[in-house]
């Protein structure tokens, strides 16, 4: 089965500073990748995905920007970071037709 | 994206009993999915029901799938306290699943 390495577990920012949250996968190639947001006691909204290295699909406009740069290395970053991109962050690998595999996901307090 | 609807909210029950979880979709799906979410972590994949399924087993969870009322339940059986986490219903449709709100599970000792 896949593993996702997600990091940092917590992160706390001060407004106007950047981001990059980077996850990695493990056990398996070509993978399709997300990043997804979740509000505290809410499901999850997906934010990037990615079936490919340097394809990046946006689903919702945002402060956030994804890139692949290599086949098992998703990043989520921000040039500037607002108070609303607090949240907890989720990457995880496939689901379309199988299980889909989540890191442990990072905290994000942005202050 | 839209969203589907999980019922209850919250739930709690004692120790042993049975929980039942239900989750309304809006797309035509390839197949629902159930996750588990304990509290500040990551997701685990539970159980996958294909369209042409209506029940599916694993130990002690059994998931039933109604394509013509676009809904789904979990239910756990003789739960036990490590039970307690949030459970997730996502409708894989097209390029993405799209996770309901989630049901928040209690079980007290």
């Known amino acids: 089965s896949q593993t996702i390495h997600q990091w940092p577990a917590t992160l706390v920012q001060p407004v106007g500073s950047p981001l990059s949250l980077e996850c990695t996968v493990e056990g398996t190639s070509n993978p399709n990748l997300y990043w997804y947001r979740q509000a505290a006691g809410r499901g999850l909204q997906l934010l990037f995905y990615?079936?490919?290295?340097?394809?990046i699909s946006s689903e919702v406009p945002q402060n956030l920007s994804a890139s692949r740069p290599q086949d098992r290395q998703f990043i989520l970053s921000s040039k500037k970071l607002l108070l609303s991109d607090s949240g907890f962050y989720l990457c995880a690998s496939g689901g379309r037709n199988t299980e889909a595999f989540f890191g442990q996901g990072t905290r994000l307090t942005v202050v | 994206s839209q969203q589907g609807e999980e019922d209850p909210q919250a739930l709690s029950i004692q120790e042993g009993e049975n929980a039942t979880m239900n989750c309304s979709y809006k797309?035509?799906?390839?197949?629902l999915q159930w996750y588990r979410q304990n509290s500040g972590r990551g997701l685990v994949h539970l159980i996958l029901?294909?369209?042409n399924e209506r029940e599916k087993h694993s130990g002690r969870l059994r998931v039933t799938l109604d394509t013509s009322k676009k809904s789904s339940s979990l239910l756990i059986t003789a739960s036990r306290a490590a039970d307690t986490a949030s459970y997730f219903c996502a409708e894989d449709s097209n390029y993405q699943l799209i996770w309901g709100a989630g049901t928040k599970l209690i079980i007290k000792p």
């Open positions: 797309t035509s799906i390839n197949n």
């Open positions: 990615s079936v490919g290295i340097g394809q």
């Open positions: 029901i294909r369209s």
